[in-house]
């Protein structure tokens, strides 16, 4: 099954999208994980990206769309995959449904988190990231065990750039002026699936998992 998760930033989606690829064995495709990891590496795309990232706004499509295109055509995700961050407007719904189409696959479902901006902005101030796994942790919701360490690898723990507090609140801006029109776009095609994001981890992952059951997926 291919999926996407579609909601505001802080809404959880990666937190989720971590748990459901391991769950049900989706490709895991997170375009904002690429781009960091692509700056991590010295690419030039990485250092392009990062102007656009540290100021909350969206990377050109252009950037944005080759790399998921390409990622989704490999091998590993012929059996589903799920997209957590993209798309982010209607170009690339629009690119993203017309490439699938072309290889006579579609989206089938999108979880929509629908989470309010306090919740959003709560969970984005107090999320630390390992500089060297890039395990997510939450200063209260997830807290590591050691305070700044992280429990997988012994990484030192990081706020991210953009999740300081100005920019949090141009992301959120962005977000409802580019990307909340795909709930309508989405609902039309009847794909849409709305959770509750303010829900708990687990809880969430309940709700989800059921859904997926539902659609015959173990
Ligand atoms: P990206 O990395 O995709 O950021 P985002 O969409 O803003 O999403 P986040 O990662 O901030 O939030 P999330 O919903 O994944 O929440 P998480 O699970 O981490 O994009 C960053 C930038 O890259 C963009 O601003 C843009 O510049 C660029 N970009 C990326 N994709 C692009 C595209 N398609 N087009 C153009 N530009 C693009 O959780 C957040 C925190 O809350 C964590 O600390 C976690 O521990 C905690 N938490 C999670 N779930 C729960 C829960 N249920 N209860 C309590 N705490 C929770």
């Given amino acids: 099954m291919n999926l996407v998760l579609l909601g505001p930033p802080g809404a959880g989606k990666g937190t989720q999208a971590k748990v459901l690829s391991r769950e049900f064995k989706f490709l895991h495709v997170s375009t904002g994980d690429m781009l960091r990891e692509a700056l991590k590496e ?3 795309v990485g250092r392009r990206a990062k102007t656009y990232m540290d100021k909350g706004e ?5 950037i944005v769309i080759d790399i998921v295109i390409e990622r989704i055509s490999q091998e590993d995700a012929k059996k589903g995959f799920l997209l957590d961050g993209f798309p982010r407007n209607e170009r690339q719904a629009n690119q993203l449904d017309e490439s699938l189409a072309r290889v006579g696959k579609k989206v089938e479902m999108v979880l929509y988190f629908k989470t309010s901006s306090e919740v959003s902005i709560a969970r984005l101030s107090g999320r630390r990231v390992c500089q060297a796994c890039r395990a997510n942790f939450h200063v209260k919701n997830m807290p590591p065990k050691k305070s700044g360490i992280c429990d997988y690898c012994g990484g030192k723990l990081i706020q991210r750039n953009d ?3 100005k920019t949090v609140k141009n992301r959120l801006v962005v977000y409802e002026k580019e ?9 039309e095609k009847d794909i849409l699936q709305e959770v ?4 708990d981890v687990d809880n969430l992952f309940e709700v989800i998992k059921v859904l997926l059951q539902k659609e015959g997926l173990k």
Avoid: R
């Fill in 163 to 165: 999740d300081k507090e």
């Fill in 42 to 44: 010295g690419k030039e």
């Fill in 179 to 187: 990307t909340e029109s795909l709930i309508g776009y989405y609902k």
């Fill in 58 to 62: 969206l990377v050109p499509d252009d």
């Fill in 196 to 199: 509750s994001g303010d829900l």
